[in-house]
Structure formats: structure tokens, C-alpha cells
């Protein structure tokens, strides 16, 4: 099994959310790219997509990391794993209340 994504499918886990992962090899391009979408409950509509492809000495090479959040059509784009999850950790709330597409359950959110 391909060791993508591991920290990042460790830290969905810790915070109750829910994932499924898809590959998918074009046949034209020598990039694969590996889909990982997650959510809550029956709301899996957010998505990090992986473009990678193998060197010659079958090493992974990450090309870049494109996070869509709630069905967003322009993506985060991040270079390592490592900013990805700086982000997610960063974004919890906004990510749970899916505050990027209803931006007024923020200020619900808020104590008052």
C-alpha cells in the first residue's frame, strides 16, 4: 500500500471526520493522482487531491497538494503534507461548521 497521505488520514481520524480514497492513472500524462475526500457523516465533500508521480528508482515524488474545502472550486494548493495539516489544524472551525460555504455559522458559533 502506497504511504500517501498518512499523517493526514491519522489527523481526519483524531477529529471524528470520515474519508475514502481513490486512484486514478491517466493514461496520457506520467503524473497519477490520488483523491482523498472526507466529511461528516453523510456531507463527504471536501477533498485533497494528490498529483505524484515514481522515479526511476520507484521513489514517490509529491508534485503538489490541492485542498478543496465543502465543493470549492478554486483549490488551496500546498507543497508538502506538512503545510496541509499547519491549514487543516488552523481552519478546524471553519472546517466543521462548514463556514466556507455558509460563512453567517461563524458568527453563530460565536459566544455572545
Given at each position: 500500500?502506497?504511504?500517501?497521505?498518512?499523517?493526514?488520514?491519522?489527523?481526519?481520524?483524531?477529529?471524528?471526520?470520515?474519508?475514502?480514497?481513490?486512484?486514478?492513472?491517466?493514461?496520457?500524462v506520467p503524473e497519477?493522482?490520488?483523491?482523498?475526500k472526507f466529511g461528516?457523516?453523510?456531507?463527504?465533500?471536501?477533498?485533497?487531491?494528490?498529483?505524484?508521480?515514481?522515479?526511476?528508482?520507484?521513489?514517490?515524488t509529491v508534485k503538489?497538494?490541492?485542498?478543496?474545502?465543502?465543493?470549492?472550486?478554486?483549490?488551496?494548493?500546498?507543497?508538502?503534507?506538512?503545510?496541509?495539516?499547519?491549514?487543516?489544524?488552523?481552519?478546524?472551525?471553519?472546517?466543521?461548521?462548514?463556514?466556507?460555504?455558509?460563512?453567517?455559522?461563524?458568527?453563530?458559533?460565536?459566544?455572545?
Amino acid at each position: 500500500m502506497m504511504p500517501v497521505l498518512n499523517r493526514t488520514k491519522q489527523w481526519l481520524r483524531k477529529n471524528d471526520f470520515e474519508y475514502k480514497k481513490a486512484y486514478i492513472r491517466p493514461m496520457m500524462v506520467p503524473e497519477h493522482v490520488y483523491v482523498l475526500k472526507f466529511g461528516r457523516a453523510d456531507h463527504i465533500n471536501s477533498r485533497v487531491i494528490v498529483k505524484y508521480k515514481h522515479s526511476f528508482i520507484g521513489r514517490l515524488t509529491v508534485k503538489e497538494l490541492d485542498l478543496r474545502l465543502h465543493g470549492q472550486h478554486n483549490p488551496r494548493i500546498f507543497a508538502s503534507e506538512d503545510d496541509l495539516l499547519d491549514y487543516l489544524e488552523n481552519h478546524l472551525e471553519k472546517i466543521n461548521l462548514d463556514a466556507y460555504k455558509h460563512p453567517e455559522r461563524m458568527s453563530e458559533a460565536q459566544p455572545k
